[in-house]
């Protein structure tokens, strides 16, 4: 039997266990990245550790998201990165040169290789064949110093493509068209391996769009093959001699096979609160906007932006509303100031925003009370974009460009037809800092606070249910991104007062009051960003157990990192305040345990979502706890 493109990555990969769905194994990592949201707290892990320098052949630490730093924290944070970046032996790419995974496939991406970054968006580098996971920072510290990371190993879904896209409709229609139809919960549990002849029609940078977005769907990675195109991309990159090709065997067995025909996209619009809450544009052209935001990790390419600037040539952003461009990487900026795609811009009325995250996570160009911003980014949560009064929607380019031009939302396909011109890569490698090692000492601000001790879980957890949250919370509903706390990713004391903020402002203090507690969420708890402060807020506030109808892939992997209990159980009879008692004597993985009631004067069966190593971890404290006593 032959085997598809995951099968041979992972099985030149394994190092502990067996390439078996369901069964737990642990991976060597090539490459790992981190980026200054998670980035400060992953080598603060690091330190944890106690090594003396990275022991993956490749580290990155990027500085992207709150690149424009809107507190000196913030600087501070920066400049704790690149010393210990350098001071530890990792590359650091300094503020302006890009979104972290935008720079990764240009200057790093290998086919067959294996990337760990603590960013959920790092499948992105699954554009050229690369096995590129998101994971949590702690995971990622850990890969950093040369251990092993481990997962489940997930099923894989063939998603065979066919066909052409015809004009008016990208790669952000087909991401879209397949959240539409297998839902942000979809692809929990497996990965989704490109496949069928209208691969070939796709540039690198539409794969990236779509391997990106990717994760919305809670797919573990995406992966494409690598091929032909995949060796013009990095030729033109001046990283020819680093190509291989790499294709799923022509018997490959899949677990499921999802077929799109390219040909049959159109325009789609995924509107405010979840990205599977996509619509076709005949639902929503003509919705008033107030924003239009072109760029991010997922359409900020130099294959994008020339489409953009061609389609605005001549035309003018409507008056009432306000458009940003924001290049995915300081390649791409080099590149439109080269053929005039900025000046257009500006002609256009355009404002043109430095390469990085920044608005992305609402650091800038927040909408205001009720307004609509159309992005072409990859999250539509309310509060993603900086607060919980702005809705964002989710399109493509095409569309982002016809709808600034129009004032409202609007069909590209209506746009006389442009196309993309293929031009010399620009490489220059000017903010990507190599690393001088010990000799550079590392620069901390009393932001830079270092993690309490993580300690071991004792027989039994005790307290009351503090918070009980709906179906669907994101990452972003538990510790919020943007300006509220962005300065304080590395301060955890100060960060953990804004966990719950806006479901519930007297959470951190209630959580405080009662010396930590239990939390109560329902389907899919913990989706979207991989922020491991969303874990370890709640674990800094003494949160010792999240029981769930179910749980992200990465949340819940940071939750057992953090040391909190992550059980799985139906929630519907357990209110918020009722008192629960938990023996931990017989843990032990997918084995349910009883869960005492005592406000109710009930028990209940809760299965702890773990592995046998999982259950190890959690019991010793946490992941850092858990390597510090094995390693020594
Ligand atoms: Fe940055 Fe937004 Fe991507 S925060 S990494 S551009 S999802």
């Given at each position: 039997m032959g085997e598809s493109i995951v099968q041979k990555i992972l099985s030149q990969h394994v190092a502990d266990g067996s390439v078996v769905p369901g069964q737990e194994i642990g991976l060597v990592i090539d490459q790992c990245l981190t980026q200054d949201s998670t980035g400060t707290m992953a080598w603060l892990e690091f330190e944890v550790l106690d090594l003396e320098r990275v022991q993956a052949p490749l580290v990155v630490s990027y500085n992207d998201h709150t690149s424009l730093a809107f507190k000196g924290e913030?600087?501070?944070?920066?400049?704790?990165?690149?010393?210990?970046?350098?001071?530890?032996?990792?590359?650091?790419?300094?503020?302006?040169?890009?979104?972290?995974?935008?720079?990764?496939?240009?200057?790093?991406?290998?086919?067959?290789?294996?990337?760990?970054?603590?960013?959920?968006?790092?499948?992105?580098?699954?554009?050229?064949?690369?096995?590129?996971?998101?994971?949590?920072?702690?995971?990622?510290?850990?890969?950093?110093?040369?251990?092993?990371?481990?997962?489940?190993?997930?099923?894989?879904?063939?998603?065979?493509?066919?066909?052409?896209?015809?004009?008016?409709?990208?790669?952000?229609?087909?991401?879209?068209?397949?959240?539409?139809?297998?839902?942000?919960?979809?692809?929990?549990?497996?990965i989704l391996e490109?496949?069928?002849?209208?691969?070939?029609?796709?540039?690198?940078?539409?794969?990236?769009?779509?391997?990106?977005?990717?994760?919305?769907?809670?797919?573990?990675?995406?992966?494409?093959?690598?091929?032909?195109?995949?060796?013009?991309?990095?030729?033109?990159?001046?990283r020819g001699d680093q190509w291989k090709p790499l294709c799923a065997d022509p018997d490959a067995v899949y677990d499921k096979v999802i077929h799109i025909d390219l040909s049959q996209m159109r325009p789609l619009v995924a509107m405010t609160g979840m990205p599977d809450n996509v619509k076709d544009m005949i639902e929503v052209a003509g919705t008033h906007l107030d924003q239009v935001y072109i760029g991010s990790c997922t359409n900020g390419s130099y294959r994008d932006l020339q489409i953009a600037a061609k389609l605005l040539k001549g035309r003018h952003v409507a008056p009432t509303l306000d458009c940003i461009v924001s290049p995915g990487s300081r390649q791409a900026e080099q590149m439109l100031l080269q053929d005039g795609s900025i000046e257009?811009?500006?002609?256009?009325?355009?404002?043109?925003?430095?390469?990085?995250?920044?608005?992305?996570?609402?650091?800038?160009?927040?909408?205001?009370?009720?307004?609509?911003?159309?992005?072409?980014?990859n999250r539509n949560w309310v509060g993603r974009g900086g607060t919980n009064k702005g809705y964002l929607a989710l399109s493509s380019v095409e569309t982002a460009v016809a709808s600034a031009i129009a004032g409202c939302i609007a069909d590209p396909s209506k746009l006389p037809q442009v196309s993309y011109e293929e031009r010399p890569y620009v490489i220059d490698t000017l903010l990507f800092l190599e690393p001088?090692?010990?000799?550079?000492?590392?620069?901390?601000?009393?932001?830079?606070?270092?993690?309490?001790?993580?300690?071991?879980?004792?027989?039994?957890?005790?307290?009351?249910?503090?918070?009980?949250?709906?179906?669907?919370?994101?990452?972003?509903?538990?510790?919020?991104?943007?300006?509220?706390?962005?300065?304080?990713?590395?301060?955890?004391?100060?960060?953990?007062?804004?966990?719950?903020?806006?479901?519930?402002?007297?959470?951190?203090k209630r959580a405080a009051e009662a010396g930590g507690g239990f939390i109560v969420g329902g389907e899919n708890y913990g989706q979207g960003s991989s922020r491991e402060h969303a874990a370890l807020g709640p674990w800094q506030l003494g949160i010792k157990a999240v029981l769930a109808r179910s749980f992200a892939r990465i949340h819940c992997s940071n939750l057992v990192n953090a040391g909190i209990l992550p059980l799985q159980c139906d929630t519907g009879d357990i209110d918020q305040e009722d008192e629960l008692i938990i023996e931990l004597s017989n843990l032990s993985p997918g084995k349910p345990m009883r869960v005492e009631n005592r406000t109710k004067g009930r028990q209940m069966d809760a299965t702890p979502i773990l592995t046998k190593r999982q259950a190890e971890i959690v019991q010793s404290g946490g992941l850092l706890a858990y390597t510090r006593q094995r390693h020594g």
């Open positions: 913030s600087s501070d944070d920066h400049m704790f990165l690149q010393t210990s970046a350098s001071h530890f032996g990792a590359l650091y790419s300094k503020a302006g040169n890009g979104v972290c995974h935008q720079l990764q496939y240009e200057r790093f991406a290998v086919p067959g290789k294996t990337l760990l970054g603590s960013d959920s968006h790092t499948p992105t580098c699954g554009s050229l064949a690369m096995m590129a996971i998101g994971a949590g920072g702690m995971d990622v510290a850990v890969a950093m110093g040369g251990g092993f990371f481990y997962m489940t190993v997930p099923k894989v879904i063939k998603v065979e493509l066919t066909g052409r896209l015809p004009w008016g409709s990208s790669a952000k229609d087909v991401i879209l068209h397949l959240l539409r139809e297998i839902s942000v919960k979809g692809g929990v549990g497996f490109y496949d069928g002849p209208g691969v070939e029609t796709l540039s690198i940078p539409e794969r990236a769009t779509i391997t990106n977005m990717g994760a919305e769907t809670g797919a573990t990675t995406s992966i494409f093959p690598s091929d032909e195109v995949t060796h013009d991309f990095m030729t033109a990159q001046g257009t811009f500006i002609e256009a009325g355009v404002r043109v925003i430095e390469p990085g995250c920044n608005a992305c996570i609402g650091i800038g160009f927040v909408p205001g009370n009720g307004h609509l911003s159309l992005r072409t980014v001088e090692g010990p000799k550079v000492a590392i620069r901390r601000s009393p932001n830079i606070v270092a993690i309490k001790p993580q300690k071991p879980m004792g027989d039994r957890l005790t307290g009351r249910v503090l918070l009980k949250v709906a179906d669907g919370i994101s990452t972003d509903d538990i510790l919020p991104a943007g300006p509220l706390t962005q300065h304080l990713r590395s301060n955890l004391p100060a960060i953990a007062q804004f966990v719950f903020h806006y479901q519930d402002p007297t959470f951190a």
